[in-house]
């Protein structure tokens, strides 16, 4: 555990840090009413002598797209949230409660994990309302796992589960400033979490510490590695990191001046950095869009299925139930992707497939021959800028990310923390190619230790406005 406090003690300190904080960022859309009664559970098995694993006891925060059988499951939209809760728990769920962690609540996401209208603002969804970033209560907390990224920056819990298709992870660690790891897609079950595309969707932990996302990520994946064995201090030594330049650079200043100082901190932990390099751009947003869009429609209706009769079964009734509840669903934005969605022709239209060879090549082959040409272990680059200012009417205003090759490919990467920007959290992307994990574990446990070492703790939020 995290804390010297028993499991009953812990879960009561943080609920007790809900009532005080989360007014001010709604991070947590339905706490869990029978927490005390798990924590209090796996204390008695501790004082048994039973011991699940080193999360035994430990408070975790899933968003509110993963399937929990004793809480709803919303995906932020009201189409779900006057139904029953799934009829079971997701298989990330069930390894959750089987090393032991306390399911803590929901927390908010950006509505269908951002993934319904070109205008969305992140952090907001009609079940939720809006999820705030701590460090600046007037700017974005970044989508989709808005939620899970505040609550941990917020001191809520420091452990949370997000899910990503594209940023939805490693957008809201950057910007909450807190450790978050995407996942080779496939390392980690989808059964039971909300779907946009199974090519390209994937949960994965968000924590304060690299370790902590380590420890998360060994549960979630069926323990049978345990990732924290390679968080292995700051020793870099015959590491080789490649700097792709180009457009993942230059849109933030700030950001930029950030991101040089921590890849000095890499070079002093030994590592060889290959500097000046440059990944081909990933294709038009056409050839994503398309297999998202194929995706969603087919992968949506069977996780419909599984739900309770009488709801929602398709996107057409999604959309249907959005226009009657217009004044709630679209007051911000619109539903121009489901729509797109519902027109299409199922997975073996010739557009779908000619998509998804498109861009699992763009981003396979733009990381893997990157990394061969150059006998590179991994990648790094800015995260996202600094968050942006809310604005409910016109929509969220991202100018950069580090995302969207690894999106493509399925391939894994984390964000971590590297220091502020004006006050803002930023952070460092390091990716790889498929089930590199261990390395980005290292390399992010090395830089994190870096920092520490040379800067002090991560700053904390004052939950105040920005200026």
């Avoid at 490693?170 to 979490?193: D, M, R, S």
């Avoid at 002093?268 to 994503?288: F, I, K, M, R, W």
């Avoid at 261990?438 to 800067?455: G, K, N, Q």
Wanted: charged fraction near 20%; glycine fraction near 10%.
């Amino acid at each position: 555990m995290t804390s010297t406090l028993s499991s009953t003690a812990l879960v009561e300190e943080l609920q007790g840090r809900i009532r005080e904080v989360d007014p001010l960022v709604n991070a947590i859309c339905t706490p869990n009413p029978a927490a005390l009664t798990e924590a209090a559970r796996l204390d008695t098995e501790r004082d048994e002598g039973r011991v699940r694993g080193p999360l035994h006891g430990v408070p975790v925060l899933v968003k509110d797209n993963i399937d929990t059988a004793d809480l709803p499951t919303t995906a932020g939209s009201l189409a779900l949230a006057d139904q029953p809760p799934p009829p079971e728990d997701s298989a990330v769920v069930r390894r959750l409660r089987a090393a032991g962690c306390v399911i803590l609540g929901k927390t908010n996401l950006s509505e269908w994990a951002n993934f319904r209208g070109s205008a969305s603002s992140s952090g907001w969804s009609a079940y939720g309302g809006l999820t705030r970033n701590p460090y600046a209560l007037n700017r974005s907390p970044g989508g989709s796992s808005s939620g899970s990224g505040a609550a941990v920056a917020a001191g809520l819990a420091e452990y949370a589960i997000g899910t990503e298709t594209n940023g939805s992870i490693v957008c809201p660690a950057a910007l909450n400033g807190v450790v978050g790891l995407k996942p080779t897609v496939g390392l980690v079950p989808q059964q039971g979490i909300v779907p946009i595309s199974h090519s390209q969707d994937t949960a994965g932990p968000m924590t304060r510490t690299v370790k902590q996302a380590a420890a998360l990520l060994t549960v979630m994946t069926g323990s049978q590695t345990d990732y924290t064995e390679h968080c292995l201090g700051a020793d870099l030594s015959n590491v080789r990191i490649g700097v792709p330049r180009g457009p993942l650079w230059g849109y933030s200043k700030g950001l930029d001046q950030v991101t040089e100082r921590s890849l000095e901190l890499l070079s002093q932990c030994g590592a060889t950095l290959v500097d000046h390099l440059s990944l081909p751009t990933p294709g038009g947003d056409e050839d994503q869009l398309q297999v998202l869009s194929h995706e969603l429609k087919v992968d949506l209706a069977a996780y419909l299925a599984t739900r309770a009769p009488g709801g929602p079964r398709t996107i057409d009734d999604l959309i249907a139930f959005n226009k009657k509840h217009a004044d709630q669903e679209l007051q911000w934005f619109g539903q121009e992707l489901f729509e797109r969605a519902a027109a299409t022709q199922g997975l073996d239209s010739p557009m779908y497939v000619a998509a998804r060879l498109t861009a699992l090549r763009a981003g396979r082959d733009g990381i893997d021959n990157l990394l061969r040409d150059n006998q590179l272990d991994a990648l790094v680059c800015p995260s996202y800028s600094p968050a942006w200012t809310i604005d409910l009417v016109n929509g969220d205003h991202v100018l950069g990310s580090s995302s969207s090759h690894a999106a493509l490919a399925g391939y894994p990467l984390i964000s971590v923390p590297t220091g502020l920007v004006s006050g803002l959290p930023v952070g460092l992307t390091i990716s790889g190619t498929a089930r590199s994990e261990v390395t980005l574990i290292r390399l992010a446990h090395a830089l994190e230790t870096a920092r520490i070492a040379a800067d002090g703790p991560f700053p904390t939020p004052e939950f105040t406005q920005w200026v």
